[in-house]
């Protein structure tokens, strides 16, 4: 049988996001429980230099992963 879902399995190192939390923000967010407060931080200047989240590195800001089949195939159809 064809599995209809290969190609629709989301990347586990962003939930399928394509995107990845900046551990830098982490100590900033720790402090702040209160939401009223974490806005008040973001809307100031007080703002890390580095941003909120990066493109994830496994699925290139997808989401979502190929099989290691379709990937050969693409790398033999490219080369």
């Given amino acids: 049988m064809i599995d209809h879902d290969i190609l629709n399995k ?10 990845t ?3 830098a923000w ?7 429980n209160d939401l009223k407060v974490s806005f008040q931080i973001l809307k100031s200047n007080e703002e890390l230099a580095e ?3 990066y493109v994830c590195e496994e699925c290139n ?6 099989p290691k089949e379709v990937k050969e195939l693409l ?3 490219l080369s």
Avoid: A, D
């Fill in 10 to 19: 989301k990347c586990p190192k962003c939930s399928g996001l394509g995107r």
């Fill in 21 to 23: 939390v900046n551990p």
């Fill in 26 to 32: 982490y100590p900033l967010w720790n402090m702040c």
């Fill in 51 to 53: 941003p909120r989240f």
């Fill in 61 to 66: 800001g997808t989401g979502q992963l190929l």
């Fill in 75 to 77: 790398e033999y159809i």
